[in-house]
């Protein structure tokens, strides 16, 4: 499915609310805007709504308010949930003009499949029905969004990305799932992509990396140098780091050396990497995407993005205010936040489409859209 369109709010009528309304989506996505307009908020409702559908047992949150609609290879699937004070007041899905849930409260009626009817259920006010009732039986359409929310990826590239966390690997573990949400823990995606894929995967990266300026002959994990853990006899084994050759050293660089520009891309190259070969994601968002690069890197980070994406079922979201990604990204793709008090207000070509038309005709450079409010002055 793809993320069509979300509509958002909390403490409406309240010193602190916060509204969203109609935020429409494409394929491929860059939101911009100036500090404090409600980028990394906007990302963490999206996000919010996948944890939601995919591993929230119960409401993390007091206050919310969604009105959502995907496409799910031409159907409309439309989904709204509305809570108050950690409970469930209102929660519906519909596909196309079909209702095939409505819930108030601690109870409501869902479609089953095989009875071929609608059916009474009932549940805690703290939980999310679209995640509580999963049964594949009976409502094969709760699929849909567990499937959504459990292959959506965030990535926040203004952060460390797992560059402090290193791995310990201890023989008589138990194995434990790997978690593609947690992605501070890119050495565990790495071993496990070099496991499953092996030099295919470990390739990929190399390349990847490459295009963005950085030349490489292998990569690998490995015991730091520098690290030792004292006493031994604390931990059966010693910490794993990822390791980079670059072709014009005759030594590895572990990833505790590297500089924080050169990891971010790494970890993000090496994790979307892997979850494009192991299973397609159903979102990607990445919040100050190009952070710590330079101008260069950045845009041909970008660039190598929206093409690994374009070629998938992948949904990218991209977050940024850096002029010169906003230079390298087509219009077409974006999405300019204005906040008024707790209203945010999004344009783009869905929305706004003759005031995009009308700026590419002045010949400017994309970021004069945003830097001289163009977009605002066309109201």
């Not at 591993?55 to 799910?72: A, C, K």
Request: net charge negative; hydrophobic share 35%.
């Amino acid at each position: 499915m793809l993320l069509k369109r979300i509509s958002y709010s909390e403490y409406k009528n309240d010193s602190k609310e916060w509204v969203l309304p109609n935020f429409t989506l494409g394929e491929i996505n860059l939101i911009v805007g100036k500090n404090a307009t409600g980028k990394t908020r906007t990302l963490n409702v999206i996000r919010g709504l996948a944890d939601l559908f995919s591993e929230v047992d119960t409401l993390r949150w007091n206050e919310g308010e969604y009105d959502v609609e995907f496409d799910n290879k031409d159907e409309l699937v439309s989904y709204t949930l509305e809570y108050h004070h950690g409970r469930v007041i209102r929660e519906t899905i519909k596909i196309d003009d079909k209702e095939y849930m409505v819930r108030d409260r601690d109870s409501g009626s869902i479609f089953a499949h095989d009875l071929k009817k609608e059916i009474r259920f009932q549940t805690q006010a703290n939980r999310v029905a679209a995640f509580a009732k999963r049964d594949e039986i009976q409502h094969p359409f709760l699929e849909l969004f567990y499937s959504w929310g459990k292959g959506l990826r965030r990535y926040d590239f203004g952060s460390s990305l797992g560059k402090e966390l290193l791995m310990l690997k201890v023989v008589d573990n138990t194995a434990t799932e790997l978690n593609l949400k947690e992605a501070q823990k890119v050495v565990e995606v790495f071993e496990k992509g070099r496991e499953q894929f092996g030099k295919e995967y470990i390739d990929a990266v190399i390349s990847d990396m490459a295009v963005i300026g950085y030349q490489l002959n292998d990569l690998g994990i490995d015991t730091p140098p520098e690290i030792k853990i004292v006493p031994q006899n604390i931990v059966s084994g010693q910490p794993l780091a990822i390791y980079a050759q670059e072709t014009d050293r005759t030594t590895e660089t572990f990833q505790v050396s590297m500089s924080q520009g050169m990891f971010r891309a790494l970890s993000i190259l090496i994790q979307i990497n892997y979850s494009l070969q192991a299973s397609e994601p159903s979102c990607l968002l990445i919040d100050d995407i190009g952070e710590g690069l330079d101008f260069e890197r950045s845009t041909s980070l970008v660039k190598l993005l929206v093409e690994k994406v374009r070629r998938t079922s992948t949904q990218l979201i991209m977050a940024t205010n850096d002029r010169f990604i906003m230079n390298s990204v087509p219009l077409e793709y974006w999405i300019i936040l204005e906040r008024k008090g707790g209203l945010i207000k999004n344009y783009n070509y869905r929305n706004s489409k003759e005031m995009f038309d009308r700026f590419e005709l002045t010949g400017l450079n994309n970021f004069d859209l945003f830097s001289s409010d163009f977009y605002l002055k066309q109201e």
